[in-house]
Structure formats: C-alpha cells, structure tokens
C-alpha cells in the first residue's frame, strides 16, 4: 500500500489544520491507520489512529481533546483534524499503516508510510 500525507504547514498557537493521508494499493486489506509525528533528534512520537473497520480510535495524551483522528473508508482516506495546536505540536507528521494485530500504539510495527507533512506552530 502507498500511503500519501498531506494538509501541513504554518499556523498560529491556537489555529487549527487537518492533515489527510490518501491510500493506494489497499486491495480490500484492512489496515491499522496511525498518525506519527517526529522532530527533529527526537523519536517519532504516536498521535493518534484508527481501525480501517470499527469506531475504535486511539490517541496519546498529548493530544487527547485537541486532535480527531478519522476516515472515508470509500475514499481510502484517513484525516487528522488538529485544533488548539501549541508551538509543541510543532513537527513532521506521518501517516503508517499496518496490517497485522499487534500494538497499535508500537511505532515498529507499521510497515507502511507516507512521506510525511510539515506542521509548524507560532507562538
């Protein structure tokens, strides 16, 4: 599967962005859909995601009540609606997908990844 993110750029604290992560090469599998970000020297850091089927979702603290994770599925797209963003939010974020049952929250587990979206936060 090709996972392509985009929707990134510059914002002012408090400024709301939604990034989207477009699908390819699916072929009917079920995927786990994250959103990870990383900064720069830092380890990329789980955000938030999905069940490609259910209404599970999952986010980390940091962004729990500011950032909705969600999908099309008939568009093959996943979307992350990020609100009160803070200067900390600031980072590349990807999209990754895996197919197996493992940790959603393990970064290692997904296999396949987009190429990742600018978000920077002004203070």
């Known amino acids: 599967v090709q996972l392509q993110a985009s929707g990134g750029g510059p914002v002012q604290a408090g400024g709301s962005l939604r990034l989207s992560c477009g699908a390819s090469g699916r072929s009917g599998r079920a995927y786990d859909m994250v959103w990870v970000r990383q900064v720069p020297g830092k380890e990329r850091e789980f955000v938030a995601g999905?069940?490609?089927?259910?209404?599970?979702?999952w986010y980390s603290d940091s962004v729990k009540g500011r950032f909705t994770v969600s999908r099309d599925s008939a568009k093959d797209t996943v979307w992350l609606q990020m609100s009160s963003l803070k200067p900390e939010d600031t980072a590349v974020y990807y999209c990754?997908?895996?197919?197996?049952?493992?940790?959603?929250?393990?970064?290692?587990?997904?296999?396949?990844w987009g190429q990742g979206t600018l978000v920077t936060v002004s203070s």
């Open positions: 999905l069940p490609w089927r259910g209404d599970r979702k």
């Open positions: 990754a997908a895996k197919t197996d049952s493992s940790s959603v929250y393990r970064i290692s587990n997904y296999v396949y």
